[in-house]
């Protein structure tokens, strides 16, 4: 006879949930700008602090690095472990960047040859930062910097700085540039204004930031006579990507563009009329907002907005917002006393809900 057998009891493998942050906790903190990452996980800067929340923002952790003495100058947070935070030298030439990736637990720093600007990681090791060298009069002379080591070392690849050797005209010295968005190692779109109608400041490289072209798309049906001020284009892939545009003139609106070419061209969507902020969470997602008591959405690539009433007012206290979804959203607020809040939504802008008063 052959013996019974029993099937063997399979227990399920043991998991260990996710280690909870050791920072410390920041009561009411004034949230200057703000990067949230998903629904839970952000990173925000103030005057003085880098703070850090997994809670949707409801609980701020201080994940300040050491010797950090004022105001970040530049900041970027590739997710919620890894980070850099730019603090500017003595002059426009220097600087020291602290870099995270334990989510603010513990930080290194190094000098760097920059003292402000704009920062991007595509991945932990490579990165692009754009230095602002002094600006005056519609001109503003920039250097292009790269990193393949995490921000260790940082090797200059273009200037349009007048004054310095090896300078070059292909992103000319004329225009303020606002800043730099990269895609990959090779190409890349600095965004700006400068004072002429019929023109929306952007240039391009193609050749990981040696040389620029000018891509200046065209505005709209009626909006000819504008003035524009361009923000660096954001992508969700390889081919992908949006950028705001500011049209102002006797009408002012803002404009979103398109590209479903890698931003080798943008077409422009339906103008929205006011002068304010956009954020674009998907590529079908868009809202724009000049804080106001009408958010307006589009959940048609900007082929068509409706406005949505809210219910706040924020004029002139409007500093920044986010959505991360079609309903999931944040806004920074500033009053004339400097004082700073948190708002979120969960409906799409109807309803908005103090976090931090």
Known sequence: MI?????????????????????????????????MLDATNGWATNESSVLRTEDGGKTWLNASPAGLTGMPNGSFFLDDQTGWVLLAGADFTSGTLFHTTDGGQNWTST?????????????????????????GMSHMAVAVFRTSDCGATWSQVFTDDPNAPNTSDTLP???????????????????????????????????????????????????????????PPHFFNAKDGIMQVGAYANTSAL??????????????????????????????????????????????????????????????????????????????TSDASSHYKLYQTADGGAT?????P
């Open 255 to 332: 404009i979103l563009y398109i590209s479903h070419d890698g931003g080798q061209t943008w077409t422009a969507t339906t103008p929205v009329p006011l002068n304010g902020h956009a954020s674009t969470p998907s590529l079908a997602d868009f809202f724009a907002w000049d804080g106001g008591g009408t958010l307006y959405a589009s959940h048609d690539q900007g082929a068509s907005w409706t406005a949505v009433t809210t219910n706040v007012n924020l004029t002139n206290e409007l500093v920044t917002f986010q959505f991360i979804d079609a309903n999931t959203g944040w806004v920074v």
């Open 173 to 231: 010295f004329v225009g303020d540039k606002n800043g730099l968005t990269a895609l990959d190692a090779d190409h890349a779109w600095v965004t700006g204004s400068e004072p002429v109608s019929n023109y929306i400041y952007v240039f391009t490289t193609q050749d990981g930031g040696r040389t620029w072209r000018e891509q200046n798309p065209a505005l709209p049906a009626g909006y000819n006579d504008a003035m524009t001020g361009a923000n």
């Open 3 to 35: 013996p019974a057998t029993s099937t063997p009891t399979i227990m399920p493998a043991a998991t260990t949930p996710p280690a909870k942050s050791l920072l410390p906790a920041v009561s009411s903190p004034a949230i200057q700008t703000l990067q």
């Open 111 to 135: 000098p760097v040859p920059f003292g402000g600007g704009t920062l991007q990681f595509l991945d932990p090791q490579n990165g692009w930062a754009m230095a602002g060298l002094g600006a």
């Open 352 to 356: 908005w809900n103090v976090l931090i």
